[in-house]
């Protein structure tokens, strides 16, 4: 069994590699040890292959989210009528300080097995409840158990201290980071990695900011930059106001490059996006949060002037859904629509899309996974990489008729359509069921914590605020 390959028979694959997203009729091979060997027409049979037939599928790379907050699972959904402020202090202060360790465990468990069934593969989780070392480990052993690919990126505590950690702060990351790196997360071969959050450059002090980059940079880490980015509806100051100028304080201290993902950047001025495409800085574009909780429109047309690929993220499950395929659709109407009402606006025609479902789909695997710093393992069929690998039933009433496959897969896929996951040559999910033993049991233990964690917050006061001096954030 050990040195059985697997070959993935008659699949329609789609899939973006070197240039835009191609369709073609072939057969994806991969090693019993999870790598892809081969992507062919017909490849001749393999003595002794384990054979999944796919003709009557789509069979694409795993989907990446380059940016999501999974231990929010619990919560899930009781800020998306909130407003930004709300949100910080109800879920990010109040319910995040009564998360213990268990708690974080069962919020990630049931988010990781949520996303492999919808056809999700790898995750990038900025963590932004590292509320103590347990809480770490907690949410490392549920990525661990889960079979999820992931990019844990180590972040601060809860907000109930928000004043320390935010407001200029003078706290440098918290130092568990370096136990990580000696530790359970010193593999960059593993399927579970460390990066790093850090908190962008209004929110601390100068010296703060040197020392978190140059921490991630000593202990080599692929950084993540959450919080604030965006700018949105919650403030009335502008990037550019009163010195507000992110893009240049990193660049001041040489941390723009390659292994940074800045989140998503909506109201960025064109000579910040400049300096982004310049430097091969990376930008996770959240299109449902960005619209539903204040941000606006996604950056996505600005950054194409710049060459700038957006990657794909879905963002804070406390408000949005983790799904996907509705973060792609998402991403192709709001950057359509902005193109539309900007048109309309200045009496211009428009005659051709300057975003197509096909750049959608690398947004969501190839650019994705370059944002988690894993575009050279992941995010596309092709030899030498990891197999993971999603398989999409094409034959159900939302997915027949293939005149358009990219388009159809972006605009009218959804979780039910996908029928197997393979993570790292492994299958998590097979004939539309995931594999993980005991899914029930899963929903248990989060039922109970969501329960715990509910207990004693008085619910009728999170329209109340208790910090009323929030500025840039998401
Ligand atoms: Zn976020």
């Not at 465990?105 to 919808?118: R, T």
């Not at 919080?227 to 106001?241: E, F, K, M, S, Y």
């Not at 605009?411 to 029928?419: F, I, L, Q, R, Y």
């Amino acid at each position: 069994m050990t040195n059985q390959v697997t070959t993935i028979r008659g699949g329609l694959v789609i899939s973006a590699g070197a240039g835009s997203a191609t369709v073609d009729h072939l057969d994806t091979r991969f090693s019993a040890d999870g790598w892809i060997t081969e992507v062919g027409p017909s490849l001749p049979p393999v003595a002794g292959e384990n054979v999944i037939d796919a003709s009557s599928m789509i069979v694409m790379p795993g989907l990446v989210d380059s940016h999501r907050h999974p231990w929010q699972a619990l919560m899930r959904c009781i800020s998306t009528d909130q407003t930004v402020v709300e949100y910080r202090s109800l879920a990010r202060g109040r319910l995040a300080a009564r998360y213990r360790p268990e708690d974080v465990y069962a919020a990630i468990l049931l988010s990781d097995l949520e996303a492999i069934n919808g056809g999700v593969t790898a995750v990038s989780d900025l963590a932004h409840i590292m509320n103590s070392p347990e809480h770490a480990d907690a949410a490392i052993q549920a990525h661990a158990d889960s079979g999820l690919r992931v990019l844990f990126c180590h972040g601060e505590p809860n907000d109930l201290e928000v004043d320390a950690w935010y407001h200029n702060s003078s706290r440098k990351h918290p130092d568990d980071v370096r136990r990580l790196r000696n530790g359970v997360l010193h593999d960059d071969d593993a399927r579970v990695t460390l990066g790093m959050k850090v908190r962008p450059p209004f929110l601390v002090t100068p010296e703060v900011l040197r020392y978190d980059f140059e921490l991630a940079r000593e202990l080599d880490l692929h950084v993540a930059m959450d919080g604030g980015l965006g700018g949105g509806c919650w403030t009335g100051a502008r990037w550019g106001d009163d010195g507000l100028v992110p893009i240049e304080d990193i660049q001041t201290i040489g941390q723009l490059g390659p292994h940074l993902t800045l989140v998503h950047c909506n109201n960025l001025t064109d000579s910040d996006f400049a300096l982004i495409a310049e430097t091969g800085t990376h930008v996770s574009i959240s299109p449902d949060h960005e619209m539903l909780c204040g941000h606006g429109l996604p950056a996505t047309i600005r950054m194409r002037h710049h060459n700038l690929e957006a990657a794909l993220s879905t963002d804070s499950l406390v408000a949005v859904s983790g799904d996907m395929f509705a973060a792609m659709r998402s991403l192709l109407t709001a950057t359509r629509g902005g193109i539309s009402d900007a048109a309309y606006r200045s009496g211009e025609a428009v005659w051709s899309w300057d975003i197509t479902s096909a750049d959608v789909f690398r947004s969501a695997t190839l650019s994705s996974a370059a944002a988690c710093g894993l575009g050279d393992k992941i995010g596309s069929l092709e030899p030498g990489k990891r197999a993971d690998i999603v398989l999409l039933k094409s034959d159900p009433l939302n997915l027949t008729l293939l005149n358009n496959p990219i388009a159809n897969v972006v605009t009218s896929a959804h979780p039910g359509n996908v029928d197997t996951v393979i993570i790292n040559g492994e299958v998590m999910k097979s004939g539309g069921a995931l594999k993980f033993p005991d899914v029930d049991a899963v929903v248990d233990a989060a039922e109970r914590s969501r329960a715990h964690v509910l207990a004693e917050t008085d619910l009728a006061t999170i329209k109340k605020p208790h910090v009323d001096n929030w500025a840039m954030f998401a």
